[in-house]
């Protein structure tokens, strides 16, 4: 775990590239706290964001989101050169499946995957679903790994028309692990466990330190609070409750 | 002393600090979580999280937000309980560490027996009183805002232990100065502020407050100068050794709450900016020291110059 500043390369309204040669390497579904002015002046934000790696290394350590507040409007803003403040890596990450898995991403929850599915055996189910073909990240980057890829649109630019759940049919013993709206998670989670299958869900939370000290990001699970960013963000879908879920 | 013959060490309640820069509680866990991220003998000292007789599970989420130049939280005091702190979170500290334990409850009695038992632990250098909850015999006001609440809890606290005793003062008053003198007469050895303000965000859209408490407390850059004015009250009013908190993020902003009477600091939401500040802060104020040509902190404490 480090904290440091890397340098932007690049960044866009869904990217962020940054060179961090101090970055010790992560697992899938593992994150960072993202700081998009790491003055220790700067007062906006205040607080860095949590954000999935997508994917890479000390050369080059990649983000895919969705500018949907003041933190990723700022991130989606900075110049190649600039300085970014960079936690983690964070949080447990999702453990990569031996036997038969399905992947099932939702919006920006994509981006959680995109790792998981290269290291996840060739042949692995990859479901990805957004409200429109232009909302589905990083696509032609799923589309290059060996994986079996299918879409769903809400408007049926792309793939099956209605919502990603619609195309999970995991066998039994099989894993099913999600990353999306919470929604998404809840469904994924049932037609797992009607199934017969396992299911692990990648979380989100607000949180002010990504490390376990501010715990601001408690969610309730069977044996009471846990924290989505030591004990999770991917955590075991039968054990949580997923009525009190933000 | 240092090669440049800088003394960063300040005295506080009787306990030697290595420097006047210390964590707040509830912003540095039980201080190892912080290890991966600096050396917590670098520090004053740390003030863990608050502690209760029982374990306590904190509220629901949303449990913070982000507010201009500040955060608002109701974590709810979640925390271990200090039979858990005894056993596992005091003893995995590294040896050197000025630990202070932080004491919250829900009556007087439980204040002191918590009090009590942390008595004499081993490698607890002092105990901070948490005034800041609601007292429900003085109808929901916190125990910090009532004048006769606080001398009860004060005097039970007091009569509970022997070791260094802070109390943690709470900013949603009238006069810091009468909670203070209050505090001193009832025995308290230090007085560190501020606690949170009081504060409320609301979600438009949804109608709806942010957080599931309703209300939080702010803290962050944006209540600094609200703590500087309180600090500076207090000294005048009390001689007793005073820990300022609130909104410190550069060496800057340290240095003027020493200058406006506090002893040292306490560094809180800063730290979930960058785990690293309090060091940066350390070291700021020695390079302070060295351009004004100060001996060390302890020469600035109170040295503000009034206009006239």
């Known amino acids: ?246 | 002393m240092t090669a440049a013959g800088i003394d960063l060490s300040v005295d506080f309640c009787g306990v030697r600090l290595a420097n006047p820069v210390m964590l707040a509680s509830g912003t540095c866990g039980y201080g190892t979580e912080l290890e991966p991220f600096l050396d917590l003998r670098e520090l004053g000292g740390i003030f863990a999280k608050s502690l209760t007789l029982a374990p306590r599970a904190g509220n629901p989420s949303p449990r913070i937000v982000e507010t201009p130049s500040g955060m608002l939280n109701a974590i709810g005091l979640e925390n271990v309980g200090v039979e858990a702190f005894l056993s596992e979170k005091l003893p995995a500290i590294p040896e050197g560490v000025v630990v202070f334990a932080s004491v919250f409850e829900q009556e007087v009695e439980g204040y002191a027996r918590v009090c009590e038992r942390l008595d004499g632990a081993p490698g607890l250098a002092g105990i901070e009183i948490n005034a800041s909850c609601p007292h429900v015999k003085a109808g929901g006001a916190e125990f910090g805002q009532d004048p006769g609440g606080l001398a009860d809890l004060v005097r039970a606290c007091r009569a509970a232990t022997r070791l260094p005793l802070v109390v943690k003062l709470s900013p949603n008053v009238t006069s810091i100065a009468e909670m203070g003198r209050i505090c001193r007469g009832e025995g308290a050895d230090g007085l560190s502020l501020i606690n949170s303000l009081q504060a409320l965000e609301v979600d438009v859209e949804a109608r709806r407050p942010v957080l599931y408490n309703t209300i939080g407390g702010l803290t962050g850059p944006a209540i600094r100068p609200v703590a500087l004015r309180m600090v500076w009250q207090l000294a005048q009013a009390v001689e007793i050794p005073i820990c300022g908190i609130g909104g410190i993020s550069t060496a800057a902003d340290a240095i003027a709450f020493l200058l406006c009477g506090a002893r040292c600091v306490q560094v809180g939401t800063a730290s979930y900016r960058d785990p690293g500040t309090a060091v940066e802060i350390r070291d700021g104020i020695r390079a302070y020291c060295e351009r004004h040509g100060v001996p060390g902190p302890a020469a600035l404490v109170g040295a503000l110059e009034r206009p006239g």
């Open chain 1, 1 to 246: 775990m480090i904290c440091a500043r890397g340098r932007v390369l690049s960044a866009g309204p869904d990217l962020l590239r940054v060179e961090l040669p101090e970055w010790p390497g992560h697992r899938p579904g593992q994150f960072a706290m993202l700081l998009p002015d790491p003055d220790v002046r700067a007062r906006d934000p205040l607080l860095p964001r949590p954000m999935a790696v997508f994917r890479g290394g000390a050369d080059a350590l990649e983000f895919r989101f969705k500018v949907v507040g003041r933190g990723t409007a700022l991130l989606s803003e900075l110049r190649a050169g600039e300085a970014v403040g960079v936690l983690g890596p964070l949080g447990n990450g999702f453990s990569v499946p031996e036997g038969p898995a399905t992947l099932v991403g939702g919006g920006t929850g994509i981006a959680s995957l995109y790792e998981l599915a290269r290291e996840a055996p060739a042949g692995t189910r990859v479901l990805l679903g957004g409200r429109s073909r232009r909302e589905l990240l990083a696509l032609e980057a799923f589309r290059a790994l060996p994986v079996e890829l299918e879409f769903a649109t809400d408007d049926g630019s792309l793939g099956h028309a209605g919502l990603v759940t619609d195309l999970l049919k995991p066998e039994p013993g099989s894993w099913v692990l999600a990353c999306g709206p919470t929604p998404m998670m809840r469904r994924a989670a049932e037609i797992a466990a009607a199934a017969g299958a396992r299911c692990r869900v990648s979380l989100e939370n607000t949180m002010a330190c990504g490390f376990g000290i501010c715990l601001g990001c408690a969610v309730s699970c069977d044996t009471g609070f846990r924290y989505v960013c030591t004990h999770g963000p991917v955590f075991d879908a039968a054990r949580l409750d997923w009525d009190a879920l933000p």
